[in-house]
T-cell receptor, first 115, second 112 residues
Framework: EPEVTQTPSHQVTQMGQEVILRCVPI?????FYWYRQILGQKVEFLVS????????KSEIFDDQFSVERPDGSNFTLKIRSTKLEDSAMYFC?????????????FGPGTRLTVT | SQQGEEDPQALSIQEGENATMNCSYK?????LQWYRQNSGRGLVHLIL?????REKHSGRLRVTLDTSKKSSSLLITASRAADTASYFC????????????FGTGTSLTVIP
């Protein structure tokens, strides 16, 4: 069964450094998402992406964040200058469409630790 | 906030017993979905129930939805130790775009 994959599974970085989290969505899906989950807290929406542009973003997704689909398979989340509070599990998700209803398929997550 | 809230926050039962988790939300929704998360792992989609449905079954899972009370329940029957995980409800509000709103989750422990 096709699945969303994410790399790396764990990334440790120093405060102020840039990180790029990578995702390979399911191949015939057209809509892509990033969510994050700070330890012990809710899963929170960051951004959705369709047709090479951002569809929606939350208040969390400030100028430090950017997303890109550099080729036909990868979907990336970049954090330009990481802060301690960016430490979280980051989940990528994809869906075939956004009609009602739609299922979003989640990847296993990348645990980001900012020291 | 449109986010859901699950209760209980934590639930511990013996293998073979049934586990019931509840989710409440605040706004009208298109559908509600339940996800499972094993410790430190990704989210696994369990079941989706549309706003015009009241009950849905999938294997040992039974989900109900009461839109008048803005609540849903997830019942796992004949629980197994392998069901130990956190369970989250996620809503797809009808007045927003494509983002899902997740609840706080119920941590289920099934004791062998």
């Amino acid at each position: 069964e096709p699945e969303v994959t994410q790399t790396p599974s764990h990334q440790v970085t120093q405060m102020g450094q840039e990180v790029i989290l990578r995702c390979v969505p399911i191949s015939n899906h057209l809509y892509f998402y990033w969510y994050r989950q700070i330890l012990g807290q809710k899963v929170e929406f960051l951004v959705s992406f369709y047709n090479n542009e951002i569809s929606e973003k939350s208040e969390i997704f400030d100028d430090q964040f950017s997303v890109e689909r550099p080729d036909g398979s990868n979907f990336t989340l970049k954090i330009r200058s990481t802060k301690l509070e960016d430490s979280a599990m980051y989940f990528c998700a994809s869906s075939k469409w956004t009609g009602v209803p739609h299922e979003q398929y989640f990847g296993p997550g990348t645990r980001l630790t900012v020291t | 906030s449109q986010q859901g809230e699950e209760d209980p926050q934590a639930l511990s039962i013996q293998e073979g017993e049934n586990a019931t988790m509840n989710c409440s939300y605040k706004t009208s929704i298109n559908n509600l979905q339940w996800y499972r998360q094993n410790s430190g792992r990704g989210l696994v989609h369990l079941i989706l129930i549309r706003s015009n449905e009241r009950e849905k079954h999938s294997g040992r899972l039974r989900v109900t939805l009461d839109t008048s009370k803005k609540s849903s329940s997830l019942l796992i029957t004949a629980s197994r130790a392998a069901d130990t995980a956190s369970y989250f409800c996620a809503t797809d509000p009808s007045n927003t775009g494509n983002q899902f709103y997740f609840g706080t989750g119920t941590s289920l422990t099934v004791i062998p």
